[in-house]
């Protein structure tokens, strides 16, 4: 992602409306204006669609792409 003030308020902003649950966030030194982010995010029963939550994460000016590293 961008190292861009908001744009990670924003990213966890999406995971809050999905009713997600951040555990973790790992946030790499900006290089080239650019950090790798890496959220830990629990799936509760009322969390929502993750596929469009990852889209939604997509369409956010800003993010580069979205990975699912690992699924339980």
Request: proline content about 4%; hydrophobic content about 45%.
């Amino acid at each position: 992602m961008d190292d861009e003030p908001g744009l990670l308020s924003l990213v966890l902003q999406i995971v809050a409306d999905f009713h997600a649950n951040i555990l973790t966030i790992h946030q790499s030194i900006p290089v080239n204006n650019v950090a790798s982010l890496t959220l830990s995010v629990e799936v509760r029963p009322d969390t929502g669609n993750i596929s469009r939550m990852v889209e939604e994460m997509e369409e956010k000016k800003g993010v580069h792409y979205v990975k699912i590293i690992a699924r339980e």
